[in-house]
């Protein structure tokens, strides 16, 4: 595997490259980032990673000094998977100057869920993925169902500038006892990541009850009643909602039935460490 530090050597690794794939990451790896990369590597052209953390993407409050870096390690995982390329910028070379110019995400769609809790965090992550598609140019790039609202954000922003760039989704990996694979489960005490699991058992019970209710009153009870229960176990939840996939606008009634058109999504703090997960249904 190539390890590359600037965008020339990215350039000059990839000269005669044609199909390549993309799995843009921000390091700490785990199975669920191995799973992406062996979507990518099974596209048949060269596969890059990237490793950067991407401080747009941070609120000021946010872990970006904190989150973890694992550099060595990450590399023998993208070896064990054979990543041909590993694009590792620093911020000056990513970011030599002020970004200012940005990605604005749409109202309606980079404002809600975790937009809404994370103000900025779309724009951020946006800018930084247009920024690696044009270091990168590949023609695959994968993307982890468990960021659900980043997958649809960076799928309608690829089309909507008309990149030539086949944007995949990767299912999200589970450990045995149903907690998401994420970088963030590294940050929970024992105590915490035995309660872990509970965000996906409460999105499967509120999947559930979703697809009884009748009419938007009886999903939002429903909602409510996933919240409290995470709360009554000692959770901050952020929100448990059930949405549409094709666009996460709220379903209409007469949705609430129909087997296929919904995700539930959830964000919720256990202690200070902040879970996401989602449940298609
Ligand atoms: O999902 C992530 O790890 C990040 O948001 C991404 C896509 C690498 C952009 O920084």
Known sequence: MQIVRTVSDLRA????SHATAFVPTMGNLHDGHLSLMRIGKACGGPLVASIFVNRLQFAPHEDFDSYPRTFEADCDKLRSVGCDVLFAPGERELYPVEQTFRIATPHGLGDILEGEFRPGFFE???TVVM????CVQPAVAVFGQKDYQQL????RMAAQFNLPIEVRAGATMREPDGLAMSSRN????AAQRAEAPALARALGELAVRAATARTARELAQAERDASAALAARGWKPDYLVVRRRADLAAPEPAELGREGALVALGAARLGTTRLIDNLEF
Request: net charge positive.
């Open 186 to 189: 590294g940050y929970l005490d």
């Open 152 to 155: 649809m954000v960076v799928r």
């Open 124 to 126: 951020g992550v946006a």
């Open 13 to 16: 690794a990839l000269r005669d």
């Open 131 to 134: 920024k690696l598609f044009g």
